[in-house]
């Protein structure tokens, strides 16, 4: 079975620069998470997916990010403008609710550095 | 939102001894997930466990769900179990988790 994957591996921007994050989930998993990752810390959940459908977006900041996952499947996590405070790992996680379960899968993250 | 804390925040080993990492929530708990990170790498799951004991090698994961803990035991630590360790919890009804900071576990030879 293959794992979570996701690209670019690393991205070094300027700040007020765009950037886009792809992610393909463990194929069959209905539940897609975007996590933010800063330098020596836990994840923090950005947004999650039930198939195409944003169940929590409360921590996305909404003025500069976005996530799409438009069939289900794939998905993309875009900021706009970045900032040097967005300079952290971005992981993506993915999971099947079988029973109650929910398992989270992660990928090896994009580390992003904005100068 | 739920507040997950972890003991200690690092731990320096000599190989060989045991290792204890703590993990104290805030609110009832229904879904809860060790995970490791080597430096630079993904999280891998360690244990799926909300409540009672799993083992697993030199693992061993006991949550007490009605007193809001769990703990991750390591017996005779390795150099190759350096890393951190993060707790994840999901409160009732959700399914975002949120994690602890994690324990910066050193085991030098």
């Known amino acids: 079975e293959a794992g979570v994957t996701q690209s670019p591996r690393y991205a070094v921007l300027q700040e007020g620069q765009a950037v886009s994050f792809w992610c393909d989930p463990i194929s069959g998993h209905d539940t897609l998470y975007w996590y933010q990752q800063p330098r020596d810390q836990g994840p923090q959940l950005l947004v999650y997916f039930r198939d195409e459908a944003v169940i929590d977006n409360s921590q996305l900041p909404s003025d500069r990010f976005s996530a799409v996952r438009p069939k289900g499947t794939n998905s993309t996590l875009k900021i706009q403008s970045a900032k040097q405070g967005d300079t952290a790992t971005y992981l993506c996680?993915?999971?099947?609710?079988?029973?109650?379960?929910?398992?989270?899968?992660f990928g090896p993250g994009t580390r992003l550095l904005v100068l | 939102g739920q507040q997950v804390q972890q003991s200690p925040a690092s731990l320096v080993l000599q190989e060989g001894e045991n290792a204890e990492l703590q993990c104290n929530f805030s609110s009832t708990a229904t879904r809860l997930q060790w995970f490791y990170q080597h430096p630079g790498g993904r999280l891998v799951s360690l244990f799926y466990?909300?409540?009672g004991t799993k083992h697993t090698g030199r693992l061993t994961s006991t949550t007490v769900t009605n007193e809001r803990r769990s703990s991750l035991h390591i017996s005779s630590s390795q150099t190759t179990d350096s890393g951190t360790y993060f707790c994840?919890?999901?409160?009732?009804?959700?399914?975002?988790?949120?994690f602890g900071k994690g324990t910066s576990l050193t085991v030098i030879p």
């Open positions: 996680a993915s999971s099947f609710q079988l029973g109650g379960r929910d398992t989270q899968y």
């Open positions: 994840a919890i999901s409160n009732t009804g959700y399914q975002n988790f949120y």
């Open positions: 466990n909300p409540s």
